[in-house]
């Protein structure tokens, strides 16, 4: 089955009006990936949020690069799980 | 410069079943508002600071990311929802705080009462700490809200006497503030200072000696940090060393409890401040 890895939308659920940018990124295409691996880290306004996997699985496509701007909910790769 | 923190995103289940309960009792929380830093942490142990009379502050106060602009009128159904979500959430300490509400004869006041003895009577044995606005000063407010029956009263200075009018809404002032903390009796009395707006290290002191000097026993040194490009910009980044130092400081001054961390907030930790405080007093024998 596939899934989404995604920037949380409910860090701050009243508040979606947030984003930033990616400024890591530590996943690529056929890796495995396990629940709470890092997967990314965005910089905010705030500051530097470290994105953890949901999921167990093998990437299979990386949507984003580091550099790229994201928004609550962008997702980030889609896995197998 | 220091570099910005760092937070793990995270969900855990006590964060779900917080994230669950705030909102089907439609209770605003200055955790989501603030875009707080710590939210994983708090509500991932079951916490939250509750914020009442609306999402939207009638002041503009340049470092904070809460909502301005016309609030909705006050719900008297929001006591009692807040009194249930204290059940519900099986909290033994809870902090409530409020937006500025400049639009109403009593800056809602008499609302905050009514939420702070709604919380009692259903929670008997819940200690209260309320996060305050200054009522534009008026001391009668300041009193009526103690008297429901808070243990904590807080109200922040915010900033250092000079930056004040750049950080701070016009409608407040340090003096005002100060006043309000002094005037506040029979209660603990808790105040924060944000750090990184400019100020020198001489004013940091100038600032804690002003709050103990109004006999606050709690105090709340933080990082400053930026929500958004709208807000002031972040001038200074100290170190854990410098928090470590005014802790020190703080104590020497006679501070009851002090949390001095970049991520520390005024709610932050709030249960354990309010224990450190009590315990203090009583080896101390010194409390005003």
Known sequence: MQAELKIPEDIWPRRRDWGGEIVSLYIKEGSEIKIGDVI???????????????????????LVKEGDKILPGSVIALIEV | MEKKVQITVYENENFKRVAEIVKTKSIATVCEEALCPNIMECWGSGTATFMIMGSICTRGCRFCYVLKGKPS?????????????????????????????????????????????????????????????????DINSVKKVINAGVDVFAHNVETVRRLTPIVRDPRA??????NVLKYAKNVIKKSSILLGFGETWDEIIE?????????????VLSQYMRPSRKQLEVKKRYTFEEFRKLEEIAYSMGFSAVLSLPLARTSYKAKEAYFKAIENAKSNSRWS
């Open chain 1, 40 to 62: 990314a880290e965005v910089e905010i306004e705030k500051a530097i949020l470290k994105i953890l996997s949901q999921y167990n699985g093998k990437v299979i496509k990386v």
């Open chain 2, 73 to 137: 009128p006050l719900d008297d159904k929001e006591p009692k929802r807040v009194a249930e979500a204290v059940k519900e959430m099986k909290l033994d300490y809870v902090v409530i705080t409020s937006v500025d509400r400049d639009d109403l004869p009593d800056r809602g006041a008499q609302h905050f009462v009514n939420v702070v003895k709604t919380v009692k009577e259903l929670n008997p044995s819940v200690i209260v700490e309320v996060l305050a606005p200054d009522f534009r000063g």
């Open chain 2, 173 to 178: 002032s340090y003096e005002q503030s100060l």
């Open chain 2, 207 to 219: 600032t804690m000696r002003d709050l103990r000097s109004v006999g606050v026993n709690i105090l």
